[in-house]
């Protein structure tokens, strides 16, 4: 499906299924595609939307610098179009820096909360400065490229050779303009930590054993300045833990949907 949102960002993005509605942000720097098991496995229990943000996928790149906010705002706006007040946000790695945008822009949109694979700190000065090269590269050498140094570091050393193959594709696909933008995005966010004692509605924090970039040490520090929150460590999955074990992923995903329905019953 697509719609052109009233912030101006035209947005593909799939809608399946009925019930709790849970919106699915994607990692960098892939698409929606990165919820393929979801879409296909949890339809007969939840409502699934999963965006191409914009400069992924099939939504184009915008047309001037943006912030987290801007991809926070698309969601808001496409939660608005689908008529659907509160929903469950899934972020996982810059999904999860947007649904921290979200809760800054509007808490009370969110029913519940999965934070995969991410990190409430903004970046170092190191970090930035690797996001404008790679921003460079992308634009320079194209998409692909970058994707091909990126990759290794996004899985665990077992990944199969297929679902390699299947990542890289989907990087490669995404506009060079819309890569850089995000990776410039990304650096530009802010400290998202005073966030973390303010969450009050159902969190899961989810992360891979080996995830090398937002490593199980960070992701429990997050847990555990989260009232309440649950803490989930996946074994043999990196940092695309949603698509490296999707049965473990989404066994979380069901109990914090759950969690959401007994809180509001």
């Known amino acids: 499906m697509e719609v052109t949102l009233p912030t101006g960002a035209y947005v593909r993005y799939d809608d399946v299924g009925s019930g709790q509605p849970v919106v699915l ?18 339809t007969d229990r939840f409502r699934m939307i999963a965006p191409d943000l914009r400069g992924f ?19 808001l706006a496409l939660l608005d179009t689908l008529q659907i007040e509160r929903a469950i946000i899934a972020g996982l790695s810059m999904g999860g820096y947007i649904a921290f945008a979200l809760l800054r822009r509007a808490p009370e949109r969110i029913s519940g909360l ?19 090269a790679n921003a460079e590269i992308a634009l320079r050498e194209g998409s692909a490229a970058l994707a091909e140094r990126l990759l ?4 665990a050393p077992q990944a199969s050779e297929a679902l390699r193959a299947e990542l890289l594709a989907i990087a490669a696909a995404n506009p060079p303009a819309g890569v850089a933008a995000a990776l410039h995005a990304m650096a530009a ?11 009050r509605v159902p969190t899961t924090v989810v992360v891979g054993a080996e995830d090398t970039l937002t490593p199980p040490g960070e992701a429990r ?3 555990e300045a989260i ?37 509001n019953s």
Request: negative net charge; hydrophobic residues 45%; without cysteine.
């Open 57 to 75: 996928g099939g939504s184009p790149p915008a047309p001037t610098p943006q912030s987290l906010d801007d991809y926070a705002d698309d969601v």
């Open 152 to 155: 290794p570091n996004l899985l």
């Open 189 to 199: 966010r802010s400290d998202s930590t005073p966030l973390l004692s303010q969450i």
């Open 114 to 132: 999965l934070l995969a694979d991410t990190r409430a700190t903004a970046d170092s000065d190191a970090t930035r400065a690797t996001r404008a």
């Open 221 to 223: 520090v997050m847990h």
């Open 227 to 263: 009232p309440g929150s649950r803490f989930v460590v996946i074994p043999g999955a990196g940092h695309l833990s949603a698509i490296e074990r999707p049965a473990e992923f989404n066994l979380a995903l069901v109990e914090l949907v759950m969690q959401v329905a007994a809180a």
């Open 25 to 42: 942000l994607h990692a960098f720097p892939l698409s929606a595609a990165l919820w393929r098991v979801q879409l296909t496995s949890l």
